[in-house]
Structure formats: C-alpha cells, structure tokens
C-alpha cells in the first residue's frame, strides 16, 4: 500500500474526553471517554467503531470504584452487515473486584452470536 492510499482509507475519526469530573451529589470523582471512527478498509468494506468508557470512583471509598466500557463495531459490505457489540463492567469493593463481559454478534441484524463472562476475583493487596 502505497502512503498515499492510507490516506484515502480514513474517513473520519473523533474522540472526545472530558477532564475528571466530581458528582457533588454522590461524592464521586468520573472520566467519560468516547471514540468515534470510520475506515474505508477497502473498496467494498467500511468499518465504524464507537467506543465509550466511563469510570467513577467514590471519594469516601475508594475501593468501591466501577469502570463501564462498550465499544460497538459495525462492518459494511456488499454482502451484508455484520455487528459486533461488546461491554465490560468491572466494579470493586474492599474485599472483591467484580467483571462482567458481554459480546453480541449479528449478521444483517439478526442474532448470530452471544456470550457472556462473569467472574470474581479476591482483592488482595501487596
């Protein structure tokens, strides 16, 4: 691929990020994140990605933190569609740290795929 052609691949990306963030309401500090893109992978094939993440930790607690991610990816060609939905929640305590994972696969919107990982893990400190 010649340099001139990853150029003419990208369409457009954004991301956006907010500075931390306190909720007065609940004592909490948060950082939002989001990413937009699309790429022109090839002639026939676009892909667009959406990704957020959004974490908060409480001021008085610090072990009680969540972090909430999604990222959604959406690729396009001639053939059809296929999505691909995926979402992780990762929340703490003083004695556990919580996962949860969820992915979701469609072709052409139907439902092609899905699973779900659910684990807790012992919070042990150095």
Request: glycine residues 4%.
């Amino acid at each position: 691929m010649a340099t001139t052609d990853f150029y003419n691949i990208m369409m457009f990306a954004s991301l956006s990020c907010e500075y931390p963030t306190h909720d007065v309401m609940r004592d909490r500090t948060g950082l939002k994140l989001y990413r937009l893109d699309e790429v022109k992978a090839s002639a026939d094939m676009t892909v667009k990605t959406e990704s957020r993440l959004e974490v908060w930790s409480d001021n008085r607690n610090p072990a009680a933190t969540t972090a909430i991610g999604q990222h959604f990816r959406t690729i396009t060609r001639a053939d059809g569609t296929i999505n691909i939905d995926t979402s992780a929640n990762v929340r703490s305590t003083e004695d556990a740290i919580h996962v949860a994972l969820d992915l979701e696969v469609r072709l052409n919107g139907l439902p092609h795929h899905q699973r779900r990982w659910v684990e807790t893990f012992e919070r042990k400190l150095l």
